[in-house]
């Protein structure tokens, strides 16, 4: 069983950043490839990011292009997501999940998802709060 322990949550002033980590275990694949969604208040879940661990490819919402970083992490199976000039809309409860395949993750992260594939795990998320 996959399981993900996200990290890094806190309070900051609009414009300022955090640092979010993500760290896998339980993987029964090669490669476990790693994204990002949030959830604010009274809206539906969005993805963010994904990151493809064997080759580095990397996908954006349209949101967050620009101002939000996903990478891997030196520790195996940990990926971290570097957040700077944060606003108030990006208040939420952040969480990342894992697939051992790429496309699906994809698929999640654009909000493209309508087969009811369901990923391997999910963290349980943490709290990303940006005053204004």
């Known amino acids: 069983e996959v399981q993900l322990v996200e990290s890094g949550g806190g309070l900051v002033q609009a414009g300022g950043s955090l640092r979010l980590s993500c760290v896998a275990s339980?993987?029964?694949?090669?490669?476990?490839?790693i994204g990002w969604f949030r959830q604010a208040p009274g809206k539906e879940r969005e993805g963010i990011a994904c990151?493809?661990?064997?080759?580095?490819?990397?996908v954006y919402a349209e949101s967050v292009k620009g101002r939000f970083t996903i990478s891997k992490d030196n520790v195996k199976e940990s990926v971290s997501l570097q957040m700077d000039s944060l606003e108030p809309e990006d208040t939420g409860v952040y969480y990342c999940?894992?697939?051992?395949?790429?496309?699906?993750?994809?698929?999640?992260?654009?909000?493209?998802?309508?087969?009811?594939?369901?990923?391997?795990?999910w963290g349980r998320g943490t709290q990303v709060t940006v005053s204004s």
């Open positions: 339980g993987s029964p694949y090669d490669y476990l490839h």
């Open positions: 990151i493809n661990v064997e080759d580095g490819r990397i």
């Open positions: 999940a894992a697939d051992g395949a790429w496309a699906p993750l994809v698929h999640h992260i654009l909000g493209e998802e309508n087969s009811g594939y369901q990923l391997d795990g």
